[in-house]
Nanobody, 125 residues
């Protein structure tokens, strides 16, 4: 069983920045692929960014160049640095862990095994 706890959400003005953190339990965090997803009101949950155990990272087109995902395997934590935030980035952000051994983190939520409780990000215009 893996527990994921997100933090760092909040209210920010357009153009501002936030950094989300997600800390995982478990002794093999370095082997997990980690992903960030988000869900806006009345919309489906969507992939935002992922980072593999190999450190390979990928992003949704909507956040490329603005968001950066990183991980600290000593602290069992994955981060999402969000810059140049837009009102359309407003959503509940979830981190997720994939215990598979693929080199690249999945972009489909169906392939993730564990989820955090989510943290709200609100960007005002």
């Amino acid at each position: 069983q893996v527990q994921l706890v997100e933090s760092g959400g909040g209210l920010v003005q357009a153009g501002g920045s936030l950094r989300l953190s997600c800390t995982a339990s478990g002794r093999t965090f370095n082997l997990y692929n980690m992903g960030w997803f988000r869900q806006a009101p009345e919309k489906e949950r969507e992939f935002v960014a992922g980072i593999g155990w190999s450190a390979w990272s990928g992003y949704a087109d909507s956040v490329k160049g603005r968001f950066t995902i990183s991980r600290d395997n000593v602290k069992n934590t994955v981060y999402l640095q969000m810059n140049s935030l837009k009102p359309e980035d407003t959503a509940v952000y979830y981190c997720a862990a994939d215990l598979g051994r693929g080199i690249r983190p999945p972009t489909s939520e169906l392939e993730y095994d564990y989820w955090g409780q989510g943290t709200q990000v609100t960007v005002s215009s």
